[in-house]
């Protein structure tokens, strides 16, 4: 099961913008940060992409390993593929119809669904692992969670805007010259790399808090069937 769970591969992408970043080759953090953004990241600037790095981090922390690992310990494998598989059609029938086409109707109220209560678990997880801001992120996530267009996609992205103390937007155009989502944590300044830097020891310390809490989860049911045998 933890093969569908995309800790690593994540992490991976993200990490791999910062140095570009930091150096200003755009165009080596554009293919980096192309890996986990859902949109065209060719015109964006280095804070376009530096909040399309960090954003993406979050909600892909959503739905791609805190969602998985809720309907894993639900159901086991069968409740991960499942998943999987609601969210791999929404994604090709938005792409191909849109969400508002008759045939793109039913995946996209599923994917809604599966994702309510895993969007919120990722935002709290991102707001005890900001530490310190922990209070802060956790306002954040109540305050601005709902400004997304996307019923559950702002929740992790608000938590992690809080955490970091920036803001956070995902071009609607793929550009910053095109209608913007509503700022995450709007009168604070643009991430940086180093922003990008701090938000990858957010997601590390989140995963492990998950772990954890998965682990807790599985003594306590080794318990309880000792228990019952018993």
């Known amino acids: 099961m933890s093969t569908l769970l995309t800790?690593?591969?994540?992490?991976?992408?993200v990490a791999g913008a910062i140095a570009p970043l930091r150096l200003g080759d755009l165009s080596g953090a554009q293919s980096r940060v192309a890996h986990v953004v859902g949109h065209d990241v060719v015109?964006?600037?280095a804070a376009g992409l530096a909040r399309a790095a960090t954003g993406s981090l979050a909600n892909n922390f959503s739905t791609g390993v805190v969602a998985p690992a809720f309907w894993g310990v639900l159901f086991?494998?069968?409740?991960?593929?499942?998943?999987?598989?609601?969210c791999i059609a929404h994604e090709a029938v938005s792409r191909n119809d849109g969400d508002d086409d008759a045939f793109a109707w039913l995946p996209a109220r599923l994917d809604a669904l599966v994702n309510i209560i895993p969007a919120r678990l990722a935002a709290l997880l991102v707001s005890l692992a900001a530490w310190s801001r922990a209070m802060i992120a956790a306002s954040a996530t109540w305050r601005e969670a709902r400004k997304h267009r996307l019923r559950n996609a702002g929740w992790a992205e608000a938590a992690m805007a809080?955490?970091?103390g920036v803001r956070l937007s995902r071009p609607a155009g793929g550009d910053d010259s095109g209608t913007e989502e509503r700022?995450?944590?709007?009168?604070?300044?643009?991430?940086?790399?180093?922003?990008?830097?701090?938000?990858?020891?957010?997601y590390v310390r989140a995963d492990m808090l998950l772990v954890s809490a998965l682990a807790l989860a599985a003594l306590i049911g080794a318990a309880y069937a000792l228990q019952v045998q018993s």
């Open 162 to 164: 809080g955490a970091l």
């Open 183 to 202: 700022w995450f944590n709007a009168g604070a300044p643009d991430p940086s790399a180093a922003d990008v830097a701090h938000a990858l020891r957010v």
């Open 43 to 45: 015109r964006l600037d």
């Open 76 to 86: 086991g494998l069968p409740g991960v593929a499942a998943y999987k598989a609601i």
């Open 7 to 13: 800790q690593r591969s994540l992490a991976m992408s």
